[in-house]
């Protein structure tokens, strides 16, 4: 199938609500099932490895969604500005990453 695939909006999809740790997220794989990625500006560590272990790969990007998607598509991992955060402990940066 050779061709390039052109990325375009089929459905809003309701997120759980904020609070509700771990369950949250295993509500939001649910929700995301029949998709192969998630491409998001950012995500914590534990949303990312529920997510993952459903079977949804995640992403970080902060360029066009439309860019983002495509390079997914294509195997490439989209842009992203800043370095992925590391977070090992409590974050108290400015939300550019860990301080």
């Known amino acids: 199938m050779g061709g ?3 990325p375009r909006f089929l459905e809003r999809r309701p ?3 904020a609070g ?20 998001c500006y950012q995500i914590g560590e534990s949303p990312r490895m529920v997510l993952r272990g459903s079977g949804i790969d ?15 598509f294509a195997g490439r991992i989209p842009r992203r500005a800043l370095p992925p955060r590391d977070c090992t402990s409590s974050c108290s940066g400015s939300g550019t990453g860990c301080g």
């Open 4 to 6: 390039r695939v052109t």
């Open 15 to 17: 997120t759980p609500p």
């Open 20 to 39: 509700g740790g771990a369950r949250r997220w295993a509500v939001l794989a649910g929700v995301l099932k029949d998709c192969r990625a998630l491409v």
């Open 58 to 72: 995640v992403y970080e990007s902060d360029g066009l969604i439309n860019e983002a998607v495509t390079d997914v």
